[in-house]
């Protein structure tokens, strides 16, 4: 009889040290929700490569046609597009949470992936080279274009200014690279990208520091993997789509995050 008591005395007082902790989070924040596996789909070109291409355009060129099959199977199978900021909102995610990401800013990014996206009511985020946008470079968006995607509900995040390799920089050039095409971002669109994806996927320990000094609640990697919220937000891993993955290779890929 004493034991009995004792134990309900124990799970009491540990309810009581439980509650006590929710109550004691700042307002507006939540408790960490548990951990979850979130497929990060890499993407480049959507569209066709010109006669005489080279070995990297093909590769990462996905023609539309496969892009919205992939789309419309995530679409069919309940998974549900999300934004970066999601990513470390707090709040919990959906089930099946993707998170869909376009690379350089090329302008089939607004000719095909944009209105295949839009009529899937799904999102992408697209990372953008701000040098390129501002010289109305050919072969990539222009700032018009890149707000009538932000107003359509996509994410517009910065992809540096120039697209250079960041490895054995200054902390100044990392600075203008980084939050220089976060302020064209912000000035062009109206909202202060948090997000960034280095260049080739190259960094080093002090890209690191100049991507932490900037503000950044997380950066994107070329390696390989699915976001987790034990992972270093500043090195966050994608899973790369080329031109070769099937319908079926794809839902084997998203299918892995469990």
Request: proline share 6%; glycine share 6%; no cysteine.
């Amino acid at each position: 009889m004493l034991r009995l008591f004792v134990n309900r005395r124990l799970i009491l007082n540990a309810s009581i040290a439980l509650l006590s902790m929710v109550l004691l989070l700042p307002r507006g924040v939540q408790a960490a929700p548990h951990s979850y596996n979130v497929p990060v789909l890499m993407y480049h070109y959507v569209s066709v490569p010109p006669s005489g291409a080279d070995a990297n355009r093909n590769i990462l060129s996905v023609t539309p046609e496969h892009f919205r099959a992939q789309m419309k199977w995530l679409k069919d199978n309940g998974y549900t597009t999300i934004k970066p900021d999601d990513l470390v909102s707090g709040q919990p995610l959906p089930p099946k949470a993707v998170l869909i990401t376009i690379d350089d800013g090329y302008s089939d990014a607004y000719a095909n992936a944009f209105p295949i996206l839009k009529a899937l009511g799904q999102t992408g985020t697209f990372f953008i080279v701000t040098d390129w946008v501002d010289q109305n470079k050919p072969g990539y968006v222009n700032w018009s274009q890149v707000r009538e995607m932000a107003k359509g509900g996509m994410s517009i995040q910065a992809h540096s200014r120039t697209h250079n390799n960041m490895k054995g920089r200054t902390a100044d050039w990392l600075k203008n690279e980084i939050v220089g095409s976060m302020d064209a971002i912000e000035d062009h669109v109206g909202v202060r990208p948090l997000f960034f994806a280095y260049p080739y996927g190259s960094y080093d320990s002090n890209t690191v520091k100049a991507a932490k000094a900037a503000g950044l609640a997380g950066a994107f990697t070329t390696r390989s993997g699915f976001y987790n919220p034990t992972e270093n937000k500043l090195l966050l891993p994608r899973l790369r789509i080329r031109d070769d993955s099937t319908v079926q290779e794809v839902a084997s890929l998203v299918m892995r995050a469990g």
